[in-house]
């Protein structure tokens, strides 16, 4: 075990966090706007074609929703390790 090192530099935690946050808010705006459209294509592509690959993009949606929510409760995770972190190197 360290003595005395914190094991996380909260400068990366905070680094990292910010990325994934912004991502997060990408996939998410992109994912709505990409559903919206492909809702509108619906009504005039309806094919077998269509039905299998609706399936499919729905599938991948809720994959990308449950990461999306997985991320936001990582995101308060890791803002909370870092504030930990930094509380830990003040005490040094």
């Known amino acids: 075990m360290l003595s005395g090192q914190a094991i996380v530099k909260p400068e990366d935690v905070r680094r990292f966090t910010s ?23 619906g009504e005039t592509w309806r094919d077998q074609e269509h ?28 803002i909370r390790k870092a504030e930990a972190a930094e509380a830990y190197l003040r005490q040094r």
Do not use: G, H
């Open 51 to 78: 039905m299998r690959f609706a399936q499919e993009f729905e599938q991948a949606t809720k994959v990308f929703k449950k990461f999306m929510e997985d991320s936001n409760q990582y995101i308060a995770y890791l």
């Open 19 to 41: 990325e994934l946050k912004q991502f997060t808010n990408k996939l998410n705006n992109d994912s709505s706007r990409l559903q919206a459209q492909f809702k509108r294509l």
